[in-house]
């Protein structure tokens, strides 16, 4: 027993001698090749760097994306609803309250800085009619980038005039429920987004006007709208059982948001009830979280690009909201819109 103390002793001493002059190299797994310096050149100079405190997680193939847009809708319009659709997924996928639209914050102008990812300045859409004589708004869009690439793409929309967004040709599919055109349609925005959804998609963009109808004839924050958003919320809750029950909402990336907001009876102004948007994203491979990142209108498209595999065109004002994957955030130019 004495014997085994001593030998055991002198081993100790050993291995603590040998401590200071060896320290065994840590145990790289998959690690990326890295070059190495030839004898004769001189080592960089030791740099403070932070380490990491979360290995950001890869970004996952998406089949297809879904933007749905509540028209009108401000962040604190959610919890007074109870869209306990778009609450349950803000549980399970990354949001912020603080999202930013553009000027004019209007439906149409909006609506297209959201899915042509630039500023009014570029895609030139300021007027809130349906103006068929004018056009379509300029700039390669979310749309034409989906379709040129052979993704099958879809919008079903709440307001005849989001047609101006993009052209025809873009869309595989286009439908719209115009409640402010006093006819009663014989099909439901909920309706026609199943169809599609049966029929197989890879972008699909749907609408929902009616709480931004409700808020100018009742006014925002209004009972009547709220009760409008609470209906669209579980007509949006059909849509999402629908991916679920044909085995797509997988691989399939969800954004929640809307083109303004809204005080009184009215928007458009620069005042923050007006341009403060919710900004909801879940989906495969989306961190759980609140966004510490200044997310803009114009970052719904291209967010959905990177989702889909898509160049983004460098003359796009809006960045992908990378955060929400656990990315690094992109730096952005401020300011992006100018008002």
Same mark, same amino acid.
């Given at each position: 027993?004495?014997?085994?103390? /001593? ?6 001493? *050993?291995? /603590? ?19 190495? =310096? ?13 380490? =990491? ?89 979310? *749309? ?29 599919? *286009? ?137 983004? =065109?460098?003359?796009?004002?809006? &960045? =992908? ?7 690094? &955030? ?10």
């Amino acid at each position: 027993m004495i014997r085994r103390i /001593l030998i055991l002793t002198v081993l100790g001493i *050993f291995l /603590l001698s040998c401590g200071s002059a060896a320290t065994p190299a840590p145990l790289m797994i998959d690690s990326p090749p890295t070059a190495t =310096p030839s004898p004769s050149s001189t080592p960089p100079a030791a740099t403070e760097t932070s380490l =990491p405190t979360d290995t950001p997680m890869p970004l996952p193939k998406f089949e297809r994306v879904l933007i749905v847009s509540f028209d009108g809708l401000r962040p604190d319009a959610i919890a007074e609803a109870e869209m306990e659709t778009v609450l349950s997924l803000m549980q399970t996928g990354a949001y912020t309250f603080g999202a930013q639209t553009i000027m004019p914050s209007s439906t149409l102008p909006s609506h297209a800085s959201m899915l042509v990812g630039t500023c009014p300045e570029k895609h030139i859409v300021r007027w809130n009619q349906y103006v068929p004589e004018n056009g379509f708004a300029i700039g390669a869009d979310l *749309f034409d980038l989906a379709h040129a690439a052979g993704l099958r793409t879809v919008m079903v929309v709440g307001k005849e005039k989001l047609r101006q967004i993009t052209e025809p040709a873009s869309t595989d599919y *286009f439908a719209f429920v115009d409640e402010t055109d006093k006819i009663k349609d014989q099909f439901t925005i909920e309706q026609i987004a199943i169809q599609q959804i049966l029929q197989g998609f890879n972008l699909m963009f749907v609408h929902f006007p009616s709480g931004d109808l409700a808020g100018h004839d009742h006014g925002w924050m209004s009972y009547k709208q709220l009760k409008k958003y609470h209906i669209d919320d579980e007509s949006f809750g059909y849509i999402l059982g629908a991916l679920k029950n044909h085995g797509m909402y997988e691989s399939t990336l969800v954004i929640v948001t809307a083109d303004h907001g809204g005080h009184d009876t009215t928007h458009g102004t620069n005042m923050l009830e007006d341009m403060t948007i919710p900004w909801i994203i879940s989906g495969a491979g989306v961190r759980p979280m609140q966004l510490t990142t200044q997310v803009l209108t114009t970052d719904t498209a291209a967010t959905a690009a990177f989702a889909l595999g898509l160049p983004i =065109p460098p003359e796009w004002d809006g &960045v =992908p909201v990378t955060e929400a994957f656990g990315l690094p &955030v992109e730096a952005r130019e401020w300011p992006v819109c100018q008002y």
